[in-house]
């Protein structure tokens, strides 16, 4: 797919930071280029220390919340968490539930299946807390837009507590937003416009750890302060919120105490995920763990994977990891089968030339609609809604790109919507099957989206010369993991290399590596390429013809020139170490 690439130039004085942080004024531009400018948001990227973290006190009603919950454990009244099926939803209840249970709470907890209930707290689970003689709902990761169902609760006679990071939903009179809240006793989100908290982008199970650690502090209750850390930061992984701030702090602190787990469902999980003799890191956690935790809430149920961090019966937890990965490759597999359909569809309709994508297909599995809407949002770099059909009526997942706003837009066409809720760049949404084309049009009309809007950006870091790289830098470079959104792995820029020679390697022959030649000073270095190999050597033969190709391939002298993005990395090899470029993206010249 064609790119366009920019590089990011920032005004700021690079060598103050620099002099100021003692770092080079390469790691100086990154900080800026994300933003991290402020004294002391660069003191708390470079140094995340739990020390950090902000106050609780000054989230809106987390005070509040804290005195009803403390105020219900002394009268013994019965709570209830009601969470959420995805990775943040069951952390937050996980959280909620093992840091009341320590204080002597009288709790329990739900999670709405997937299927059957939909997102959220609904009427039902309400009508059951109450035969059930609950006196306090909790929700977490959930609730903010569940507005007449918590009124609902509070008519019944019931408190309840809101802790959810959601966008707040609102109205438009005018052009002006105005945002509408339920009646809950305590709602504490730090998206609330009123609300004091500095950190706006927490995920679900941060909130929740941030309530139990006031409310543990208030309770001068004597635990590890730091015992839900590890769950906050899958949660914050997994949510994909800016990994910077306060989010950074949890995240680093948190796999620093995940790698050293005394959770006997999680050990089991990483050991039979296949990477329990190796350090886990973001990826691990985005790409590995999360899912397989988000399969028992879209195939089964997300109560399996809260089961599986609960117990204490080392034979148990092997026995749930276990149907736990079963159930996540035969998601990957459904996943696989949807995306060819969907393709399929899009390729043979007028849908490719929408700037919006609405596709219905029936038979795609409700829990799987928001990754393939991802994977085709990837593909084409277009907004996606994948639909399907539910239990009552048609249920789908969105995923955005930068330049749309999914919230806004499907809140321009809530008359068409049964229910929605999400953010900018996702959304869940139900909707009545004769509504769906009127929903694409409409979509499609409304979108402001242009051309250019629809191709992809890649905002490179820095022009950097492969004879600047060296082992300090790339050490260097290390200080700015974990890496996430918010703070990705920096992409360097290098123009007119040759090609000295290229090797096709894998069994599948997936992975190319290529001899790279400085144009200045004939530095030589490694370059490596993970994908879309077939479609470069497949670009040479195009631009360049079969004999310059096959001379590449061979090390003979050839007349190719290539600019890349890249970041310098260390390979390590048989007992010896060198510095190679990892390839992400390629221009031939």
Known sequence: MLERWFIKNKKFDYKKISREFGVSEILAKLLVNRDIIKKEDIDIFLDPQM???????????LVKGSNIILDKIKKNKKLRIVGDYDVDGVMSVYILYKGLKSLGANVDYVIPDRVLDGYGINIEIIEQAIEDKVDTIITCDNGISAIDQINYAKAKGMTVIVTDHHDIPFKE?????????????????????????????????SIAYKL?????????????????IEFAAIATICDVVDIVGENRIIVDNGLKALNNSSNIGLNALIDICGISDIEIGVYHIGFIIGPT???????????????????????????????LRDLNDERKNMTLEGVDKVVA????????????????DPDIH????????????????????????????IKGSGRSIEELNMYEELSKCKDLLVNFGGHPMAAGLSIKKDSIETLRNRLNENSSLTKEDLIPKVYIDMELPIEYINYKIVDEL?????HGKGNPKPIFGAKGLSIQKGFLLGTNKNVLKLILISPLRGQRIEGIMFRNTEEFVENIER??????????????????IVDILYYPDINEYMGSTTIQAVINSYRLC
């Not at 290390?478 to 974990?482: F, Q, T």
Request: proline share 3%.
């Open 51 to 61: 020390n950090k973290l902000s106050s609780p006190e000054t989230m809106k009603d």
């Open 543 to 560: 631009k360049y013809g079969s004999q310059q190709l096959n001379h590449m391939l061979n090390g003979i002298e050839n007349q190719i």
């Open 212 to 228: 139990i650690m006031y409310i543990y502090q208030t309770y001068n209750f004597d635990q590890n302060k730091d015992e839900f």
């Open 173 to 205: 009179d005018k052009g002006e937003k105005i945002y509408i809240s339920s009646n809950a006793d305590a709602i504490i989100n730090p998206k609330q416009h009123d609300c004091k908290f500095p950190e706006k982008n927490l995920c679900g199970a």
């Open 366 to 393: 409700e829990s799987i609609a928001g990754i393939i809407a991802g994977r085709i949002k990837d593909k084409y770099n277009k907004p996606t809604i994948i639909l399907t059909k539910g239990n009552d009526c």
């Open 345 to 360: 569809q899009i390729e043979s309709s007028k849908i490719k030339d929408d700037k919006v994508i609405v596709v219905y």
């Open 478 to 482: 290390a200080i700015l993991k974990p």
């Open 293 to 323: 935790i988000n399969a028992s809430g879209r195939l089964n149920s997300a109560l399996q994977a809260l089961e599986l961090l609960l117990t204490d019966n080392t034979q148990w937890a092997y026995e749930i990891a276990k149907n």
